[in-house]
């Protein structure tokens, strides 16, 4: 069974960062694409960006330009900077490949003055 198990985020004022991390725990090399999804309460799950091996990446149009998907395969680990955070940003993050694995606890992101 794979695991997800998703860190970093907290509470940031606006227009602070954040770095995302998304431990998997098997190896990430040969999954062909991995994403970051944020949820908030009442909401459809949104996936916010999406990264396919030796590919583009797709970044939702409320994050272009702010968020960056990057994966360390040695590390079996993906990551999402998170720049310019609004409160709009506030949610919960998750990873997963395409939805084809359990989901993991999520990390809360908060983004209020």
């Known amino acids: 069974q794979v695991q997800l198990v998703e860190s970093g985020g907290g509470l940031v004022q606006p227009g602070g960062s954040l770095r995302l991390s998304c431990a998997v725990s098997?190896?990430?090399?040969?999954?062909?694409?991995m994403g970051w999804y944020r949820h908030v309460p009442g909401k459809q799950r949104e996936l916010v960006a999406r990264s396919r091996t030796g590919g583009s990446t797709y970044y939702a149009d409320s994050v272009k330009g702010r968020f960056t998907m990057t994966r360390d395969s040695a590390k079996n680990t993906v990551y999402l900077q998170m720049d310019n955070l609004q409160p709009e940003d506030t949610a919960v993050y998750y990873c997963?490949?395409?939805?084809?694995?359990?989901w993991g606890q999520g990390t809360q992101v908060t983004v209020s003055s």
């Open positions: 997963n490949a395409d939805e084809r694995y359990p």
């Open positions: 098997r190896s990430i090399f040969s999954i062909n694409a």
